[in-house]
């Protein structure tokens, strides 16, 4: 399973952005999947998850409320729409995927990252 993000960008202080990420590859074998953040000087952290089928979904306490993540399985694409960003949102963000690689075992994907700046 392969990764791009695409949508980051520089951004004013309560503006909205969205993010997206494409997979690739094995598709069908993916699980579950998320966005994690990872700011200068700071540990990569989790942003938000989602399930295989869109209806489980967890976020950090620092972007609920404010980001929104969904999938469309048919267009392998997941999506990350955050609204009223602040300055400490600056980070770059990375997709995520749990994807089966067999019947008991699963591995992680990452994709490059994407860099969201917000500042006015």
């Known amino acids: 399973v392969q990764l791009a993000e695409s949508g980051g960008g520089l951004v004013q202080p309560g503006r909205s952005l969205r993010l997206s990420c494409s997979a690739s590859?094995?598709?069908?074998?993916?699980?579950?999947m998320g966005w994690y953040r990872q700011a200068p000087g700071k540990q990569r952290e989790l942003v938000a998850t989602i399930s295989s089928g869109g209806g489980r979904v967890n976020y950090s306490d620092s972007v609920k409320g404010r980001f929104t993540i969904s999938r469309k399985n048919g267009e392998n694409t997941m999506y990350l729409q955050m609204n009223s960003l602040k300055p400490e949102d600056t980070a770059v963000y990375y997709c995520?995927?749990?994807?089966?690689?067999?019947?008991?075992?699963?591995?992680?994907?990452w994709g490059q990252g994407t860099l969201v700046t917000v500042s006015s």
């Open positions: 995520n995927a749990v994807y089966w690689v067999s019947s008991y075992e699963t591995v992680e994907a």
């Open positions: 590859g094995n598709i069908f074998s993916i699980n579950i």
